[in-house]
């Protein structure tokens, strides 16, 4: 894909959930029907996998866009971010860690949703401060990042493979974590942190004050740079209204989501396409990407566009 066209990535376009398929069935998205109308596909940045994959759909879109490495879980986006933020990775290899709840039932465990420990950054920093020894003992270095993320460093995160957070996000971890034989040292760690939270006074005070505790953390993101990192004229565009409550499978506000996109950057994107300038769009569900450019097109083609145009409706079990 060339970084001089305008890009737009889509998550969460559509998904399997029958709420989702409900949704769909009244949603109108007049500017995203009639840009479809004027793009072409565009096969070599398209994309299919399960969706067990590690890494969802839109990012591995993402990746391919930024010039990253898009091996299943093995995006370097923490080492990117330290890039983007102007402060070099070094070669090191690089993981966000999450700070989270882990809730064990019978026959699940559950990993909550971050957001929703109601960790500030003093509460954040305290936690780094106490877990940062255990982890310094396996060769990993923390730092904050934000709240609800740190970054970590240290060689056991070249070429390991791991779940984006959204993967797991209100999931079993057991079906998400890294491979056994890779990842020994953070089997281990997720064990010791464990036990070392649970009786901890930081989760003490926390429950005092009716705040969720927090007893293990997750791991994604990792890997490092290729170097040179790879520089771009322009950044694409990835809206996440509409992840954000398909994560919470709220589809009502999936479709005002939808709406308010095709509203904005869709139409956006539309007008730009309508005066000549080439665009790019990908659409991603939960499995696949579609992705669609700005191309020459036969007068056959041009015909089929006016009286067989694509919509959502026909892509979504693509996606």
Not at 106 to 120: E, I, K, M, S, Y
Not at 232 to 251: F, H, I, N, V
Not at 261 to 281: C, F, I, M, N, S
């Amino acid at each position: 894909m060339s970084d001089t066209h305008p890009l737009l990535i889509i998550p969460h376009a559509a998904s399997a959930a029958d709420g989702c398929q409900q949704a769909l069935q009244g949603l109108a998205l007049p500017h995203l029907d009639r840009l479809l109308a004027r793009l072409s596909p565009h096969p070599a940045h398209s994309d299919s996998a399960e969706e067990t994959s590690f890494s969802p759909p839109h990012e591995r879109a993402l990746a391919r866009a930024l010039r990253l490495p898009a091996e299943d879980g093995r995006t370097p986006w923490a080492a990117w971010h330290r890039h983007q933020q102007g402060t070099p990775a070094d070669g090191q290899a690089w993981a966000f860690v999450t700070p989270c709840q882990w809730q064990v039932s019978t026959d699940h465990v559950t990993l909550r949703d971050p957001a929703q420990l109601g960790l500030d950054e003093t509460a954040s920093r305290a936690l780094l401060a106490i877990v940062a020894p255990w982890f310094a003992e396996d060769g990993i270095t923390l730092h904050y990042d934000e709240p609800t993320r740190w970054l970590a460093s240290g060689a056991l995160f070249a070429g390991l493979a791991t779940a984006s957070l959204e993967r797991v996000l209100l999931r079993d971890v057991r079906a998400w974590m890294p491979d056994a034989k890779q990842a020994r040292t953070l089997h281990r760690l997720h064990s010791e942190m464990q036990m070392l939270l649970y009786t901890h006074a930081f989760n003490d005070e926390r429950t005092a004050r009716g705040l969720p505790v927090v007893n293990s953390f997750w791991v994604h993101g990792t890997g490092a740079l290729p170097q040179p990192a790879p520089t771009l004229s322009a950044a694409p565009l990835m809206p996440t209204t509409l992840r954000d409550a398909a994560l919470r499978e709220d589809w009502r506000a999936w479709a005002e989501a939808w709406t308010a996109l095709d509203a904005g950057p869709v139409a956006d994107l539309l007008r730009q396409a309508e005066k000549g300038t080439p665009v790019q769009l990908t659409l991603c569900g939960e499995r696949g990407a579609l992705a669609f450019h700005t191309a020459p097109r036969s007068l056959a083609q041009r015909f089929q566009s006016l009286f067989r145009p694509q919509r959502l409706m026909d892509l979504r079990n693509q996606l």
